[in-house]
């Protein structure tokens, strides 16, 4: 196994690999993975637990390098110690469970309000108190609708869960998925096969992850599909199991599609439904099926829905006032 962390940029990044890459070094010795530093990047490769390991520990370096932090000769090692014996009672917890995958996020070591993707020493943050809400619902509900305006971060939080319960192995894959429908174009009339037709449509799901992990890693994972970003017509007949599964810019589907989405949900999986009903490109609003099934599932047990407000974009501040001018013209 081999993984790519990418370091804190600037002068902070001596305090991750340590004098003389004194703290790399260590990692190798004690671990026995080959790590290689290069162009601000440290490559690790060996054993699967290994590198796992020594992942977490340069993350965690990482992370203490942003906050201006220095580790000692002895508190690296106590670092190595203390993932390595983490690693080891995981292990044994697994081994006398009926399943191989945790409860997803229930402890605070899993779950401590940081969404950890693999984009080291960036750990995605709640800026608002109902994105909060939202990262809380999809930590606890297997099923979470975000609803709200656009730049409040439905989407991006949404891909940023899906990361890190895939670093944190609660899940084996990621799906995500939109409906192909266009404000005013349609797919014909762009040139390309059908793959070349449907890019522009899940183009913002690629930008998030591209935020997220790094190049090489996603190329990676779409090829051996533990990332999956598809059209929502090709989820008919699927079921997703050991997934988490997002539906974006729902308020374009019909209530036929969301039926067919939602009754995709596996064993082990989580959805996380994301749109804005007021900017539906539906002919018909009352066959908008984010609106359906908001009203049918409220209350349902296992179900989430947050409602997110212009207070929490997070995007440009014109964003806000740009909605507020709006205001509630859907089209």
Not at 125 to 131: D, E, G, H, W
Not at 232 to 250: K, P, Q, W, Y
């Amino acid at each position: 196994m081999e993984v790519t962390i990418r370091l804190i940029n600037g002068p902070q990044r001596a305090g991750v690999v340590g004098p003389a890459e004194r703290n790399l070094k260590m990692i190798r010795e004690a671990l026995g993975v080959q790590v290689t530093s290069r162009d601000g990047k440290v490559s690790v490769a060996g054993e699967r637990g290994s590198v796992v390991i020594a992942r977490n520990v340069l993350e965690a370096l990482n992370a203490a390098a942003a906050d201006e932090q220095t580790f000692t000769r002895q508190q690296v090692l106590d670092l190595i110690s203390g993932e390595s014996q983490r690693m080891t009672a995981e292990s044994d917890e697994e081994a006398t469970s009926s399943t191989s995958f945790r409860d997803p996020l229930l402890n605070e070591a899993a779950w401590d309000g940081r969404l950890n993707v693999y984009v080291a020493g960036r750990p995605v943050k709640a800026r608002t108190v109902n994105q909060d809400l939202y990262i809380r619902a999809i930590a606890e509900q297997d099923l979470v609708f975000g609803m709200g305006p656009a730049g409040t971060g439905k989407t991006y939080l949404a891909v940023a869960a899906a990361v890190h319960m895939l670093k944190t192995e609660r899940v084996r894959r990621i799906v995500l998925t939109r409906p192909a429908v266009e404000a005013g174009e349609r797919l014909g009339f762009l040139p390309g096969d059908i793959r070349a037709k449907v890019n522009p449509y899940l183009r913002p799901l690629f930008d998030a992850l591209n935020d997220m992990i790094e190049y090489n890693t996603l190329r990676r994972f779409m090829e051996t599909d533990v990332v999956e970003v598809s059209p929502l017509a090709f989820m008919r007949g699927r079921t997703l199991n050991h997934s988490f599964v997002i539906l974006d810019e729902a308020q374009n589907a019909t209530k036929g599609q969301m039926k067919m989405f939602l009754t995709r949900l596996g064993h082990g999986s989580k959805m996380v439904v994301t749109g804005d009903p007021t900017q539906t490109d539906l002919d018909d609003i009352r066959d908008c099926g984010l609106i359906d099934a908001a009203d049918k599932l409220h209350g349902t047990t296992g179900v989430s829905l947050i409602t997110f407000a212009k207070q929490d974009i997070v995007r440009h501040n014109l964003v806000q006032r740009i909605i507020e001018a709006y205001g509630d013209d859907s089209r």
